[in-house]
């Protein structure tokens, strides 16, 4: 072990209430809005086919520039209560809100800073309103937050001289300044969403990453904290330099997942964000943005493959310039809550099914209270010893063989009772091949992912023959 007084804080998991809430929802919206959502990918007549919330950056905008659109950031369409009845249709539990993005725009009108809200043509407090909307539908909300400020003159991505020195600190004070602000106006955020800290200058200062999450709890006790603000007294991130997590969730995949097989990442929390199309975070207004843009099936099997890994999704969505959601992305709302309003018990309050070994056609899931004790948790005391392990587990199809079979390894000591059709609670025959192994006619194509409700018993002794030979299997 080597000494760190910026590392990881405890080991093992988070068992709060708070965190456990978190863990549960396994859906999330991310909302990036801000001044990009006004030029939507196209800076004087030309598309860039990038990130529309890299736009300055990418075509190379000066900061007055970029700073005037501004005056058109008119609300003419701010629907706030349509974003979070869309979300909360969805099947989203929170809401994750950019307050401020790379360009260094904040949503608030902050104390800190002349480059906000309060000097757009309206003065209003966008993040609040979108903070009540939210709150108002039953959701949690998160702040997301960039370290990283193309605006801020204080802001440098490595330190190299005593005036860099300088600036950078001056620039850390402001950011701290700004995180107890945002704490202080709005106590009643469960989370924080940190980005931007990647550079040379953020790495070198662990120091202040640990103070930043330090202070954010002693303002919001059990306000929880994504991995990607932290870094170590040696510039590790995320994992510290004896690769314990810092901070209370693993945030370090964005638009990827980890391998359906992975089961590595099921010891500790995490949660990956995603966009609707290929690339772009912000609202981009073009040909490139919607020829990458996701269906619902694909959307829903990433959900299906989070959450059998212990993870949470995070889902982005881009408003446009003036405030109102893409009918596109509120299509896109309405079809994955149309799944979610049938099949959401196989997401929310669920996780990886212990035992039952990814199947290539899809992916297993089981009730929170059913899943194996956390790895780095202190030991339990089950609440009922003696308890019969039947339960059920949720078989989410998203490839079928062309077999037009599924094959279902069943784990050590389970046996199956019966196969229903989450949609319906039809009863799907199977048949035994062994005793660990069953067989069923996959469920016809819908064109969105099918969820079998699988009951489960425990298996007798008689049950318990295994084939001796550890190189044969029935596949
Ligand atoms: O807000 C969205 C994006 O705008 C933001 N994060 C999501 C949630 C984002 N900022 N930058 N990026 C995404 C991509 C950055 C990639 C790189 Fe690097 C930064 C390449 C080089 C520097 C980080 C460090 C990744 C690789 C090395």
């Not at 638009?255 to 097989?261: G, T, Y």
Request: proline share 7%.
């Amino acid at each position: 072990m080597i000494p760190l007084r910026y590392g990881a804080d405890g080991t093992g998991r988070r068992e709060d209430p708070t965190m456990r809430a978190f863990r549960a929802d396994r859906f999330g919206q991310f909302v990036h809005w801000g001044l990009y959502a006004l030029p939507a990918g196209t800076w004087k007549g030309q598309t860039i086919e990038f990130a529309a919330e890299f736009l300055m950056q990418s075509a190379g905008v000066s900061r007055e520039e970029w700073s005037a659109l501004a005056a058109d950031f008119t609300l003419d369409g701010f629907d706030p209560a349509a974003w979070a009845r869309t979300a909360k249709r969805m099947g989203a539990r929170y809401v994750t809100v950019t307050t401020k993005h790379h360009d260094g725009f904040c949503l608030w009108p902050t104390a800190h800073t002349d480059f906000s809200v309060a000097a757009t043509p309206s003065g209003r407090d966008v993040l609040g309103e979108i903070l009540d909307a939210y709150r108002a539908e039953g959701l949690a909300t998160h702040l997301y937050y960039s370290v990283l400020d193309w605006h801020h003159p204080d802001w440098r991505c490595a330190v190299d001289s005593d005036s860099d020195r300088e600036a950078f600190e001056r620039y850390l004070r402001f950011a701290t300044d700004q995180l107890l602000e945002l704490a202080e106006r709005y106590p009643q955020v469960r989370g924080f969403w940190f980005d931007g800290t990647w550079d040379a200058s953020v790495k070198a200062n662990g120091r202040w990453t640990h103070e930043i999450e330090r202070l954010l709890k002693e303002r919001i006790p059990g306000v929880i904290v994504n991995s990607r603000l932290r870094a170590d007294d040696h510039g590790a991130r995320h994992f510290d330099s004896n690769g314990a997590l810092m901070g209370d969730y693993e945030s370090g995949y964005e638009r990827r997942l980890p391998a359906p097989w992975d089961l590595s990442v099921t010891a500790h929390d995490w949660e990956a964000c995603a966009t609707l199309t290929q690339a772009s975070w912000g609202f981009h207004d073009s040909d490139w943005a919607e020829r990458g843009r996701k269906t619902p099936a694909q959307i829903v099997e990433q959900l299906a493959q989070t959450v059998s890994l212990g993870g949470n999704l995070l889902l982005n969505f881009g408003p446009r310039g003036d405030g109102s959601l893409a009918p596109v992305e509120v299509a896109l709302a309405e079809e994955v809550g149309a799944w979610m309003a049938v099949n959401g018990p196989a997401v929310h309050d669920s996780g990886p099914a212990a035992g039952w070994d990814y199947p290539g056609w899809g992916f297993y899931t089981a009730p929170l209270e059913h899943t194996a004790p956390f790895r780095n948790a202190a030991p339990q005391e089950p609440e009922t010893p003696d308890e019969d392990p039947t339960g059920i587990v949720h078989a989410i199809v998203v490839r079928i063989p062309v077999s037009g079979l599924l094959t279902l390894a069943l784990p050590a000591g389970v046996a199956l009772r019966a196969v229903r059709a989450r949609a319906d609670g039809t009863e799907l025959p199977f048949t035994p091949l062994d005793a660990h192994t069953v067989q069923l006619a996959a469920p016809a194509p819908t064109g969105m992912p099918t969820v079998l409700v699988l009951e489960t018993g425990s298996a007798g002794p008689a049950d318990g023959l295994s084939e001796p030979n550890p190189d044969v299997a029935l596949v």
